[in-house]
């Protein structure tokens, strides 16, 4: 389960940290995506993230 718990938090924390990066316009990829330049996806991916990392730190125990 602990396998599980680190795929899945490097997963999420790989999303959030693109929709951040999208959300904010740091990331322009790709050019059709509608969450460039939208903040509520910064969010999105920012709340993401933090489950990741909640996943990877119960994956570590």
Known sequence: ?????LILGF?????????IGQGTGAITWPKSSFMINQL???G???LLGAIGLML?????R
């Open 56 to 60: 990877i730190w119960q994956g570590k």
């Open 44 to 46: 999105y991916g920012a």
């Open 11 to 19: 997963l999420a924390l790989a999303i959030g940290l693109l929709w």
């Open 1 to 5: 389960m602990d396998r599980v718990f």
């Open 40 to 42: 509520q996806w910064a």
